[in-house]
């Protein structure tokens, strides 16, 4: 079974920095997606973030990129020039690719971060 | 693109009473439904998932139910809520593709 592991349960950055949001997952899956999603106050879930695990490229969405260490299965999300709106519940997650009609995901228990003026 | 509508947002039961939640989708035909449950401080959990009409797979053993009787409808039942059964649920669509967008969710509170 695969495991989303989110070691850091709360984070603090400062307006305009940079921060980094960790993510490991277990898996013997080889054709797989990962995911962070965000979840501000009002609690809707909003993608962020999407990664093929066949593709060598990180991913990259305005100021949020990944580094995505397939060997290492680790996937972090890197947030440049914090804005006050950023402030949120992350979460990493994870999907197997089988091809199948359904797609289950599977969350880490998330980050929560607290960008500070 | 798809927009997912949840109702009620808020709701407060009694223990034994029954529920219904709803979810509709806009802007897409045929999606894959889910449905999950965030308790307190805590990441999702997967309850259910539909393919299509009348088509529902559960993923874990629990006091709830759902139904898919509309292509885009999808309900999430109780005949008797447990405490347990307290959480924030969310509804989620995907068109067989890698990427599920979420509902706006219901905050369940079971007294």
């Known amino acids: 079974a695969q495991t989303v592991t989110q070691s850091q349960p709360e984070m603090s950055v400062q307006e305009a920095e940079t921060v980094t949001l960790s993510c490991t997952y277990d898996t013997s899956e080889s054709n797989y997606y990962l995911f962070w999603y965000k979840q501000p106050p009002s609690r809707q879930m909003i993608l962020v973030i999407r990664q093929e695990a066949y593709k060598q490229q990180n991913a990259t969405e305005n100021r949020f990129s990944v580094n995505f260490q397939k060997a290492a299965k680790s996937f972090s999300l890197k947030i440049s020039d914090s804005q006050l709106g950023d402030t949120a519940m992350y979460f990493c997650a994870f999907m197997k690719h089988d091809g199948g009609a359904t797609n289950k995901l599977i969350f880490g228990t998330g980050t929560l971060l607290a960008v500070q003026p | 693109s798809q927009t997912i509508h949840q109702w009620p947002a808020t709701l407060v039961q009694p223990v034994g009473s029954p529920l219904s939640l709803e979810c509709t989708v806009e802007?897409?035909?045929?999606?894959?439904l889910y449905w999950y449950r965030q308790a307190a401080g805590r990441g999702l959990q997967l309850l259910f998932y539909s393919v299509g009409i009348g088509q529902i797979s559960s993923e874990v053993p629990q006091n709830l139910s759902a139904s898919r009787p509309q292509d885009r409808q999808f309900i999430l039942s109780s005949k008797k809520l447990l405490l347990s059964d307290s959480g924030f649920y969310l509804c989620?669509?995907?068109?067989?593709?890698?990427?599920?967008?979420f509902g706006p969710g219901t905050r369940l509170t079971v007294l």
């Open positions: 802007g897409t035909s045929n999606p894959n």
């Open positions: 989620a669509c995907d068109r067989g593709t890698d990427t599920q967008y």
